[in-house]
């Protein structure tokens, strides 16, 4: 549970924009490498999600998702997963993300990150599906390879193309949550890519962004993710046009 408790506040931390401190850093790091689950229980955990253990690819290898009882916890942007295929994934793909923005030279977390983007080539929520919670899961590959893998251009826009045409397909509907899809999850992954074509989508959507912003279905994360999402956006970046108190 530490660990979790540790990735949400990171992530926290980063929507709102407040500084990390490196000593914060390096213990994040020294905890989450400290959490690594054995191979025993990593196995016994994808014989309970009913798959081969020992050819499966479509489940963690390095950090299995704490329960409340039975009970699935919430993802960093407080979205309430209903598998076990983006509560897990989400879980240890956002730990290696951390991993790798804080120690992006440690021998350890190289590895671990090279295993985990070899284990998701070959998923298919890894190459975008849109069965049940895999498209999510998608989300949760597309942070990871924003921080690991920007210029892989081909992986990212496998992922980012179909994502995009869902994005701009949800009408102006105001909900947190688009055709099973967390909507603030989706904008804090192009938040991290940032590029012309996250750009482009954010642009068509801005003034129902604007609208979600200023209404009442979003908490104050939930806003500033999408805030953050906008800043983007060259003309509010220079101008500064978004406050913090938007």
Same mark, same amino acid.
């Given at each position: 549970m530490?660990?979790y408790?540790?990735?949400?506040? *990171?992530?926290?931390?980063?929507?709102?924009?407040e500084?990390?401190?490196?000593?914060?850093?390096?213990?994040?790091v020294?905890?989450?490498?400290?959490?690594?689950?054995c191979k025993e229980?990593?196995?016994?955990? #994808?014989?309970?999600m009913?798959v081969?253990?020992?050819?499966d690819?479509?489940?963690?290898?390095?950090?299995?998702?704490?329960?409340?009882g039975?009970?699935?916890l919430r993802?960093?942007q407080?979205?309430?997963?209903?598998?076990?295929?983006?509560?897990a994934?989400?879980y240890?793909?956002?730990? *290696?993300?951390?991993? +790798?923005?804080?120690?992006?030279?440690?021998?350890?977390v190289?590895?671990m990150?090279?295993n985990?983007?070899?284990?998701?080539?070959?998923?298919? +929520?890894?190459? +975008? !599906?849109?069965q049940?919670? !895999?498209?999510?899961?998608?989300?949760?590959?597309?942070?990871l390879?924003?921080?690991t #893998?920007?210029?892989?251009?081909?992986?990212?826009?496998?992922?980012?193309?179909?994502?995009?045409?869902?994005?701009?397909s949800?009408?102006?509907r105001?909900?947190?949550?688009q055709?099973g *899809?967390p909507?603030?999850y989706?904008?804090?992954?192009?938040?991290?890519?940032?590029?012309?074509? @996250?750009?482009?989508?954010?642009a068509?959507? #801005?003034?129902?962004? +604007?609208d979600?912003l200023?209404?009442?279905?979003?908490?104050?994360?939930?806003?500033f993710?999408?805030?953050?999402?906008?800043s983007?956006?060259?003309?509010?970046?220079?101008?500064?046009l978004?406050?913090a108190? @938007?």
């Amino acid at each position: 549970m530490e660990q979790y408790k540790i990735l949400m506040e *990171i992530n926290r931390k980063q929507i709102f924009r407040e500084k990390i401190p490196d000593i914060e850093k390096e213990n994040t790091v020294s905890i989450l490498l400290g959490g690594i689950c054995c191979k025993e229980d990593i196995l016994k955990y #994808k014989r309970r999600m009913r798959v081969n253990a020992e050819t499966d690819t479509m489940y963690p290898d390095y950090y299995i998702p704490p329960y409340n009882g039975n009970r699935k916890l919430r993802l960093v942007q407080g979205y309430l997963p209903k598998t076990n295929i983006l509560y897990a994934n989400h879980y240890e793909l956002e730990i *290696i993300r951390l991993l +790798f923005l804080f120690a992006p030279e440690n021998k350890q977390v190289i590895e671990m990150a090279d295993n985990t983007l070899q284990r998701l080539k070959n998923t298919c +929520f890894g190459n +975008f !599906c849109t069965q049940g919670e !895999c498209t999510a899961a998608g989300i949760s590959v597309l942070r990871l390879l924003a921080v690991t #893998k920007p210029d892989d251009l081909q992986w990212i826009n496998t992922l980012l193309e179909p994502l995009g045409e869902l994005f701009l397909s949800f009408g102006n509907r105001k909900a947190s949550v688009q055709k099973g *899809i967390p909507l603030s999850y989706l904008l804090m992954a192009y938040t991290d890519i940032n590029n012309e074509k @996250t750009r482009n989508l954010i642009a068509q959507k #801005k003034d129902w962004l +604007f609208d979600l912003l200023n209404g009442n279905c979003f908490n104050l994360m939930g806003k500033f993710i999408i805030r953050n999402a906008v800043s983007t956006l060259l003309e509010y970046e220079e101008t500064g046009l978004l406050s913090a108190e @938007t």
